[in-house]
């Protein structure tokens, strides 16, 4: 059973960090591309980051260039994202996801709750 569990969400001011943590479980987490994804009160689930398998490719969103990094450790089956310079438009519900294989996400945390204030 695929269990994917987000923590180290909060509440930060504008221009400060927070590193979210995604401990996988139920899968062969190594083999499997990871994304983060998130989603604003009254907007759509957006992407934010997904990186290789290997952890040697990364992509991101534009809002997200320059100041997010997405990084995995394959031992701990954990992915993390480390969020610097945050804006208050970057608040929302943050989820962590798995690859299919096909290049689709079809599995997802439950997500963990990130607010910026001014």
């Known amino acids: 059973q695929v269990q994917l569990v987000e923590s180290g969400g909060g509440l930060v001011q504008a221009g400060g960090s927070l590193r979210l943590a995604c401990a996988a479980s139920?899968?062969?987490?190594?083999?499997?591309?990871m994304g983060w994804f998130r989603q604003a009160p009254g907007k759509e689930r957006e992407f934010v980051a997904s990186?290789?398998?290997?952890?040697?490719?990364?992509s991101y969103a534009d809002s997200a260039k320059g100041r997010f990094t997405i990084s995995r450790d394959n031992a701990k089956n954990t992915v993390y994202l480390q969020m610097n310079s945050l804006k208050v438009e970057d608040t929302a519900v943050y989820y962590c996801?798995?690859?299919?294989?096909?290049?689709?996400?079809?599995?997802w945390g439950q997500g963990t709750q990130v607010t910026v204030s001014s």
């Open positions: 996801a798995k690859d299919n294989g096909a290049s689709e996400y079809d599995s």
């Open positions: 139920g899968f062969t987490f190594g083999n499997r591309i």
């Open positions: 990186i290789s398998r290997s952890g040697t490719r990364t």
